[in-house]
């Protein structure tokens, strides 16, 4: 495997399209992001900047470390090297305060699936010191901008996955942030389901800050005026949309150019030598990295065990 790959970066002369109110402050900042499990390398190098107002897609085939550097960024999760800052705030370091400027929706959302989503909203308004007066009002406005209203009081286990979803983002908006960070939105979701989530990003994207992981291409030209993407760990292009694809053959091509992955099965067009050299790091698929951590776990115990 090459330890090194080249990054694509938009030409100086095609800035990205303005969204919102776009400025040139920044809320999320991945400076030199490296996740590492002995050789095996989650992410590496992963560094780039969202300003006030923008909503960038964070692009990339399943595997390649989106969802390991959003829970960095979140400050779920610690960097082996590098920093990753909230709203100016170092999220390994000074976490609460960049969490009160922040929403994340993971993948697989917190949900207590015997609540209704009433009560689950209550409980994270009331975790946030809300008061009554203030709870309330957020709870109507959240329900009313996540279209809630008609399953507010039904249990979530009884919820479709798109009502679901919606109860995801309504928990991750309930508290005001500026900053919403949001792990693949739309998947598993019907065309139906797609469109309602679309909808309810393009009202945010008027007034937050969104960084949208997806391996999904249509959303990106949905959703968001710049592209953030990465393969195997590394960035490897950073900007407009429109200048991904300057010769017009499509961002399927672009990605699969870029990624040497299939854009709508995920496979490999390429083939890679898989196994490290000497000294060099491996890149691990990111749904490996958890029997990863179980595997050095048990190895410190049973050390601890013989001592």
Not at 38 to 58: L, P, Q
Not at 69 to 74: D, G, R, V
Not at 104 to 120: I, K, N, R, S
Not at 143 to 159: G, H, M, Q
């Amino acid at each position: 495997m090459s330890e090194s790959t080249s990054t694509a970066v938009a030409p100086e002369s095609n800035p990205a399209p303005s969204t919102g109110g776009a400025s040139g402050t920044p809320m999320i900042e991945a400076i030199g992001l490296s996740k590492y499990y002995g050789i095996f390398a989650a992410t590496r190098d992963v560094s780039f900047t969202v300003n006030k107002g923008e909503v960038v897609a964070f692009l990339g085939p399943n595997g390649a470390g989106k969802s390991t550097t959003m829970k960095m960024l979140t400050g779920y999760l610690s960097p082996s090297t590098g920093v990753a800052k909230i709203a100016g705030h170092d999220m390994s370091h000074d976490r609460l305060a960049g969490s009160r400027n922040l929403g994340y929706l993971p993948e697989t959302g917190p949900l207590y699936p015997e609540m209704t989503p009433y009560g689950l909203l209550d409980f994270f308004a009331e975790a946030r010191g809300m008061n009554k007066k203030t709870k309330r009002s957020q709870i109507e406005k959240v329900v009313d901008l996540c279209a809630l209203s008609s399953v507010i009081y039904k249990p979530i286990n009884k919820l479709s996955k798109g009502y679901r979803q919606r109860v995801g983002m309504a928990q991750a908006l309930i508290h005001e942030p500026e900053v919403l960070i949001l792990d693949e939105p739309t998947s598993g979701l019907d065309p139906n389901q797609i469109r309602g989530v679309r909808q309810t990003m393009t009202r945010l994207g008027q007034e937050k800050t969104i960084l949208l992981s997806t391996h999904i291409l249509q959303e990106v030209t949905a959703m968001a005026s710049r592209v953030v993407m990465i393969n195997e760990g590394r960035k490897v292009y950073d900007g407009p949309i429109d200048a991904m694809d300057p010769d017009g053959n499509g961002l399927d091509h672009v990605f699969a150019d870029l990624t040497g992955h299939d854009p709508v099965t995920g496979a490999k067009l390429v083939s890679d030598d898989d196994v490290p050299k000497r000294g060099q790091t491996q890149q691990v698929d990111e749904d490996s990295v958890e029997s990863l951590e179980n595997e050095i776990l048990e190895d410190e115990t049973t050390e601890e065990a013989d001592d």
